[in-house]
């Protein structure tokens, strides 16, 4: 495949950017988006020229780093998937692919495609912790029981990577529904209900500092997100928000 990639370049945060044209050549429909991307840095830095930076570590869409703005859509053109996932048969032979960084006030850019979202970690900080015992006298989980509906609804929480894809697809740029996942997960297993109150006003008060925008209600977020969260969790995290508050 030959293709013609339109790709951000930022030196840092304070410089303006601009969008720079690479073509590239040889790009098998086998390739993952990032292996495509290896090869033009590889070709670059043999011509002396800087590579383009770009955020990956698993590549298997577990961690979430590879986060990517690709033809104005969060991870890509597929669905259910993260941008490393995300192979080139995806894209026809002669396309023009944009590549860009997400982009919203609490992921700053810190170099080309890569952002800086330490933002979600200070909002998992602000949770909290359980109060279960973890260590020494621990008590079998199966001691306590769980109704499988619940369970299945934390699991399904619980597999929101933080990538920030709901961010950059969101024209709020809102995290709710990231936030949401994470409220969720521990609300509704009895193992988290001890700190309920204050997980949640902590997380919804650290979210609004970071400078995220509010939810539109669109939906867009649920149908771009690699892991497929559902809408319900933030409807729940609302429910959980309003009871911690009339609790003062």
């Known amino acids: 495949m030959k293709l013609t990639l339109k790709i951000w370049r930022q030196k840092n945060a304070q410089d303006k950017g601009g969008i720079v044209e690479y073509p590239i050549d040889g790009i098998e429909p086998d390739m993952s988006f990032l292996e495509m991307l290896d090869v033009l840095n590889e070709g670059l830095i043999n011509k002396g020229e800087e590579p383009v930076a770009f955020d990956h ?19 890509g053109p597929d669905r259910g998937v993260t941008t490393c996932q995300l192979h080139m048969r995806m894209f026809k032979d002669g396309d023009t692919i944009f590549i860009e960084p997400f982009r919203a006030k609490a992921f700053p850019v810190i170099k080309d495609l890569v952002v800086d979202r330490s933002s979600f970690d200070r909002i998992q900080h602000a949770g909290g912790f359980i109060s279960v015992n973890t260590s020494g006298n621990t008590i079998d989980a199966n001691t306590i029981p769980v109704p499988k509906d619940d369970a299945d609804k934390s699991f399904d929480a619980a597999a929101c990577i933080g990538c920030g894809a709901c961010v950059a697809t969101c024209k709020n740029s809102s995290a709710m529904l990231f936030v ?69």
């Open 180 to 248: 949401s996942a994470k409220v969720s997960q521990y609300a509704l297993l009895p193992q988290g209900k001890v700190e309920a109150t204050d997980r949640v006003l902590n997380m919804v008060h650290q979210m609004d500092l970071e400078g995220f925008g509010n939810c539109t209600n669109t939906g867009a977020c649920e149908i771009e997100c690699p892991k497929g969260i559902s809408l319900e969790n933030i409807a729940r995290m609302n429910r959980e928000y309003l009871a911690a508050s009339l609790k003062g």
């Open 57 to 75: 570590d698993c590549r298997e869409g577990i961690c979430g780093m590879c986060s990517l703005f690709i033809n104005g859509e969060a991870h």
